[in-house]
């Protein structure tokens, strides 16, 4: 592993770039949004942790997942019924961690062992999340409880308690703090999803997305990295569900519908399969244009399955690659930069 | 004695219903290996062509087994035409692409139509065994789907079309050479893969409700009963549509409907571990 930094690296550059960006984002929120505009950044940082989770195992993985949303709702639960039993939230934000990654561990150890390939692996994720929807759904009974926390079906659970000190279960973290809290886990994911690129096994899983028998013949157990990999998205993915459920003190079963499943897709098929910035500002644009389409008025006619459908159709006959490949092809070819040397066209 | 009779019906209604669903996608997804994520909606839109013509005033055997089909199968060869022949080979873009078709019939059919729930009465009227009183149509729905795999199969192994139309698909360069277009042929055989769909659709209209997210319901165990049926798309899925749709009913009789499917999913997952070329890669190797 070589970390030496070479400032002449376009790579290089391109992280100092969106580093910059990020802490001056951190340092700067509070100060530039109002409470009302920073509640909806809060949600915002939330779903492009989703789609930063999604834009790993797709892009990087090579596991296209169409049940990404199921982690982001199972770390949801988690936390919430861990919060609600507990009392407190430091124990609760790790299992909203924990459970989804273990979870995709072992759904994972059953598609990955069993050599489900692409088609089937998207159809058996699809087909847990469904589940997970119909199941929740039912759920609204007296009896369907776990702990002091009831699942109350449809309805969804509501009054989650957010975020408090560390410590201190009766003071809990204020706007700017919560804030302060998502930005900072939105930048170590970020970096650490870096750092894991770099390292030997991130470069393994690339190397399976490249040629998996090739990585087979190399003698890597193709299997495990795999299910490690979606393992990591999954608790990622988990963590996204934490805050969005700390932060709304809310969740109900649509998480698990097919709404979600289908936004993160678009988010990275958007934004660009292969980078992690790309999902990022894929969220960060979609989420925008569907709080647009919702205050329109000739939005009776354009449901959003219309607009959605529609942008996936274009997207992938026209724009295969997303949107950050297709700018920096385009950068590549007219600005007078030089095209990093052992970068493929 | 009455509950044993009424339970045998149960299941092998459950089974027929499972395998109609499964039929338009064993030849799109099984015999072509297109993988149409829009499966589902395909068989949303046989239903809704079913409620409105029948609401019309159309009868409603004409609705179900001409309209539908029809509507649905054109349907078929211009998405084909249109959207899904430029991503042959290409699996996951044909996912990808063919999930956007599925989100925007969803979204053309709640903007003219609405979105709530439709339906039509099932024909023939109820008969009883001991104190159970059961739907005719469901009986007959037994007998048609036996019908229409029968005739699948024969379609398939007995006449030109269907011996053109299996060539293709193991070789298309050779039946290139020999004279045929193999676009055609793709274009023809989705065209039948959606109108079955359709059909199915159509059929399953009077005993389920419909509206535009119903085939969210459906993809997913339809792909799931392909796949697990393996190479032999047809014998594959009759098989493996037995065997699913004999644990779900069963399950859901002592429990519920969610609890079934959770089981059949868990089933299907296990097989898959154990037999990861499908049913028909382990058994019945050599058939269609």
Avoid at chain 1, 12 to 39: E, H, K, S, Y
Avoid at chain 1, 73 to 96: D, F, K, Q, R, W
Avoid at chain 1, 145 to 172: K, V
Avoid at chain 1, 279 to 295: R, V
Wanted: proline share 4%.
């Amino acid at each position: 592993m070589k970390f030496a930094i070479d400032l002449k690296d376009w790579n290089t550059r391109g992280l100092i770039f969106v580093g910059a960006v990020m802490l001056a984002l951190l340092f700067a929120g509070p100060q530039i949004f109002d409470l009302f505009v920073l509640l909806k950044v809060i949600l915002l940082i939330s779903t492009a942790m989703l789609a930063l989770s999604m834009g790993f195992i797709w892009g990087f993985g090579g596991i296209l997942c169409f049940g990404q949303s199921a982690f982001f709702g199972i770390g949801g639960y988690a936390y919430a019924i861990a919060v609600i039993n507990m009392g407190e939230s430091t124990v609760p934000l790790l299992l909203s961690v924990l459970v989804p990654a273990a979870f995709a561990m072992l759904l994972g150890y059953f598609m990955f062992y069993g050599r489900l390939s692409d088609i089937y692996l998207a159809v058996v994720t699809l087909a847990v999340t469904l589940i997970f929807y119909a199941f929740i759904r039912s759920t609204s009974g007296e009896e369907y409880h776990i702990g002091n926390a009831r699942l109350m079906g449809f309805n969804g659970i509501s009054s989650i308690p957010g975020f408090n000190w560390p410590g201190y279960p009766d003071s809990p973290l204020w706007p700017d703090d919560i804030f302060y809290v998502a930005m900072v886990l939105l930048i170590l994911v970020y970096f650490g999803l870096r750092y894991l690129l770099r390292s030997h096994f991130g470069r393994v899983v690339v190397a399976i997305r490249e040629n998996e028998t090739r990585a087979e013949y190399l003698g890597y157990d193709v299997r495990f990295y795999k299910m490690i990999a979606f393992s990591v998205g999954a608790g990622i993915a988990g963590l996204a569900g934490c805050l969005f459920v700390s932060f709304n003190n809310f969740i109900n079963p649509d998480v698990f519908a097919l709404g979600l499943a289908a936004q993160i897709i678009m988010w990275v098929l958007i934004g660009g399969v292969g980078t992690l910035v790309g999902p990022m500002l894929g969220s960060l644009g979609l989420q925008m244009l569907y709080n647009w389409l919702g205050t329109q008025t000739f939005a009776g006619f354009l449901n959003t399955y219309l607009v959605f459908g529609a942008i996936i159709i274009i997207f992938v006959l026209a724009v295969p690659q997303g949107l950050q490949p297709t700018a920096r092809l385009l950068a590549l070819r007219f600005l007078p930069i030089a095209r990093p040397p052992g970068e493929r066209g | 004695m009455d509950t044993v009779a009424l339970l045998i019906i149960e299941v092998l209604n459950g089974i027929s219903r499972l395998a109609l669903t499964c039929a338009g996608l064993a030849i799109i997804f099984g015999m072509m290996r297109v993988i149409n994520f829009a499966h589902g909606e395909f068989m949303m839109l046989g239903g809704y062509t079913t409620v409105v013509a029948t609401n019309a005033g159309v009868n409603i055997w004409i609705s179900m087994l001409i309209l539908s089909p029809l509507v649905v199968g054109i349907i078929g060869i211009i998405s084909e035409r249109l959207l899904i022949r430029f991503f042959y080979g290409r699996l996951v873009d044909t996912l990808i692409a063919t999930w956007g078709l599925s989100l925007l019939l969803i979204g053309i059919v709640t903007a003219i139509l609405g979105n709530y729930i439709t339906g039509v009465s099932a024909p023939m009227g109820n008969f009883s065994i001991g104190i159970y009183q059961l739907s005719i149509y469901r009986l007959v729905l037994i007998g048609i789907t036996a019908l229409l795999f029968v005739g699948i199969y024969l379609v398939f192994t007995r006449t030109r079309l269907g011996l053109i139309a299996r060539g293709t698909m193991q070789n298309p360069e050779q039946a290139s050479v020999l004279g045929i277009s193999p676009p055609r042929v793709y274009m023809v055989t989705f065209g039948i893969g959606a109108a079955l769909t359709g059909l199915a659709g159509g059929l399953l209209a009077p005993i389920s409700q419909i509206i535009p997210t119903v085939g969210f319901t459906y993809v997913a165990q339809a792909f799931i009963t392909v796949i697990t049926g393996g190479a032999g798309a047809i014998t594959g899925t009759i098989v493996a549509s037995g065997m699913f749709g004999t644990v779900r009913q069963l399950v859901t009789y002592e429990t519920t409907p969610i609890i079934g499917g959770v089981v059949l999913l868990i089933v299907a997952v296990v097989v898959l571990r154990l037999l990861p070329q499908g049913i028909t890669g382990k058994i019945f190797k050599r058939s269609l």
